[in-house]
């Protein structure tokens, strides 16, 4: 682009060799490649009251150096000013799960009002992307209690659907056992083979309680107990003094030289004692 006496001409010098006039004309090069200029990360509250800080990066091209280098001083440094501008107005105009899962629109939303200024800049916009959102701590463990709370009720409603089915199952499995008897003792003896097959040193048989109520009737009652002795009847408890009158007369041996005792045994006044009368 050519500057002659300070005023531009219309025509666009193309790469390569071109013709100036000394002292008059002066030549400035405009970059017409693809410009990757950051954004830097701007803080904003969201529609849904979360503070939040969102960085981007913005892709854009010279398509007119003429509007370039006259309508604006520094196109780059504008075009910085008005993307962290809209940047921090698309943060006021939406929430937070949209900026988390839904950025598409918002890349779209951002890139029309990039547009409207740099079209009288010659500057054309390529893309625009969201980069990252910043959160704050206590919005991170807030959102991860979250998650976790929603991965515990999903376990438990697959828990509780695997137990309704099983037990569908064992309720279908019970009706036809019922039907067949021979099917339960073929189940018994499989589980017993399941066990052995365990190396375990003790093994446990479940004993059917019927077969143990058809054995008990089937035995006769004299067969029941041979080894039972009749027991015989409790003596009827009686007081001291009968106790005493049962046992019969008797006195200590007479010693030598001594007069000769009487041997009857009789209860004084009190019918509660007696004593040896010589």
């Given amino acids: 682009m050519v500057f002659r006496f300070g005023k531009v001409h219309s ?26 200029m950051p954004v830097p990360a701007q803080e904003g509250i969201t529609r849904d009251n979360v503070t939040v800080r969102v960085d981007a990066v913005v892709y854009f091209r010279v398509h007119d150096p003429v509007l370039a280098s006259v309508n604006v001083q520094n196109y780059t440094f504008a075009m910085s000013q008005v993307a962290q501008t809209s940047l921090r107005s698309i943060i006021g105009k939406s929430e937070l799960d949209d900026l988390l899962t839904n ?20 500057v054309m916009i390529d893309r625009v992307e969201i980069k990252d959102v910043a959160l704050p701590e206590s919005m991170k463990r ?35 056992m ?9 189940r018994l003896l499989q589980t017993v083979v399941e066990v052995a097959a365990e190396k375990n040193s003790t093994l446990v048989l479940p004993f059917p309680v019927e077969l143990l109520r058809f054995l008990d ?15 015989r009847p409790m003596p009827e408890p009686v007081s001291l003094d ?33 004593a040896w009368k010589g």
């Fill in 217 to 231: 009737g089937a035995t006769p009652d004299h067969a029941k107990s041979p080894t039972s002795v009749p027991r």
């Fill in 242 to 274: 009968e106790a005493l009158a049962a046992l019969p007369d008797i006195a200590p041996a007479p010693t030598p030289g001594s007069p000769p005792r009487s041997r009857t045994c009789r209860s004084t006044a009190s019918p509660g004692w007696r």
């Fill in 178 to 186: 019922s039907e067949t008897p021979a099917a339960l003792q073929l």
């Fill in 142 to 176: 807030s959102m991860s209690r979250q998650a976790e709370a929603e991965r515990e009720r999903r376990a438990r409603i697959i828990t509780a659907d695997g137990e309704f089915q099983a037990s569908q199952k064992l309720s279908e499995a019970a009706m036809i």
């Fill in 103 to 122: 950025r598409e629109p918002l890349n779209q939303g951002l890139e029309l009002m990039l547009e409207s200024p740099s079209t009288g800049w010659g």
């Fill in 11 to 36: 025509s666009i010098r193309q790469p390569g060799l071109t013709l100036l006039i000394p002292i008059a004309d002066r030549l400035r090069k405009v970059n017409v490649q693809i410009i990757t």
